[in-house]
C-alpha cells in the first residue's frame, strides 16, 4: 500500500487524507504540534499515522496542506528531506488583508515560487480549486469533483493522477506547472464569489461535457 504524506492538519488535511484512505493508500499527517495531527487521526479510518515536523517522512507523495507563506517556510525548512520527493501545492495565494489580489509575481504562481525554494523536489500543483469540505465526499450533488493538476515532471504528475483517480475524482491535466498561474486565479476567483452563493463552502468548479 502506498502512503502520502500531509503536512498540516487543518481542514484541507481532513478532506486530502479522506480520499486518499478512500482510495486505498496510507496516510502519515505531520504538524508542528503532533497533537493536532493526532485528534485529525483519530477523525479518520484506516491507515494513519502522526508526527511532528522533524518525523521521518514516510511518503513519496508530500502535501503541503498550508497557506501559502507556511508552505513555503515548511519547504524551505525540510528541502533536504523533500528532495527526490512529488510535493503537492494546494495553495492559493490570496492577499487575505484586501481578498482582492493574489500576492505572488504576476508572471509567476505559488506553485512555481515553491519549486525555486526546493528545486530537487517534483512540485504539483493540485487540490487548490477543491474546497475542503467537498473533499470529504468526493463529489458534489452527484457530480465527481474534478481536480486539475500541473506539472512539469511526467512522473511527478502520473502519481497524483493515479491518486486522484483512486480516491474516486476525475483528474485533469491542466498542461505545465506554469498553468498553475491561471489555476490559481480559477482558485481565487471560486472563492470570491461564494458570499454571493450563501457562503456555505461546498460549490465545486466542474468541466461538463468531455
Known amino acids: 500500500m502506498s502512503t502520502i504524506t500531509i503536512i498540516g492538519a487543518g481542514n484541507m488535511a481532513r478532506g486530502i487524507a479522506t480520499r ?11 504538524s508542528r504540534d503532533e497533537s493536532n495531527a493526532g485528534t485529525l487521526a483519530n477523525e479518520l479510518t484506516g491507515t494513519v499515522t502522526t508526527g511532528t515536523l522533524s518525523a521521518a517522512i514516510t511518503g ?3 502535501v503541503l496542506a498550508l497557506p501559502y507563506d507556511a508552505a513555503l517556510s ?3 525548512q525540510l528541502r533536504d528531506v523533500l528532495t527526490g520527493k512529488v510535493v503537492i501545492d494546494i495553495t492559493n495565494p490570496v492577499d487575505f488583508a484586501t481578498f ?3 500576492v505572488t509575481p504576476d508572471d509567476s504562481s505559488a506553485a512555481q515560487e515553491l519549486q525555486k525554494v526546493i528545486p530537487a523536489s517534483a512540485v504539483v500543483k493540485a ?3 477543491t474546497f475542503a469540505g ?3 465526499s468526493g463529489a ?3 457530480q465527481k469533483l474534478d481536480v ?3 506539472a512539469d515532471d511526467a512522473e511527478a504528475k502520473a502519481a497524483v493522477v493515479a491518486l486522484v483517480e483512486s480516491a474516486g475524482m476525475r483528474a485533469i491535466d491542466a498542461g505545465p506547472l506554469k498553468r498553475s498561474h491561471q489555476l490559481e486565479g480559477v482558485g481565487f476567483l471560486h472563492m470570491a464569489i461564494q458570499g454571493q452563493l450563501g457562503n456555505t463552502w461546498s460549490t465545486a468548479v466542474k468541466v461538463i461535457g468531455a
Do not use: C, H, K
Open 148 to 150: 486539475a493538476i500541473a
Open 100 to 102: 482582492d489580489r493574489l
Open 60 to 62: 513519496d507523495i508530500v
Open 20 to 30: 486518499a484512505l478512500a482510495g486505498g493508500y496510507g496516510v502519515q499527517i505531520l
Open 134 to 136: 467537498t473533499l470529504v
Open 74 to 76: 515548511v519547504a524551505e
Open 140 to 142: 458534489v450533488e452527484g
Open 127 to 129: 487540490f487548490n480549486t
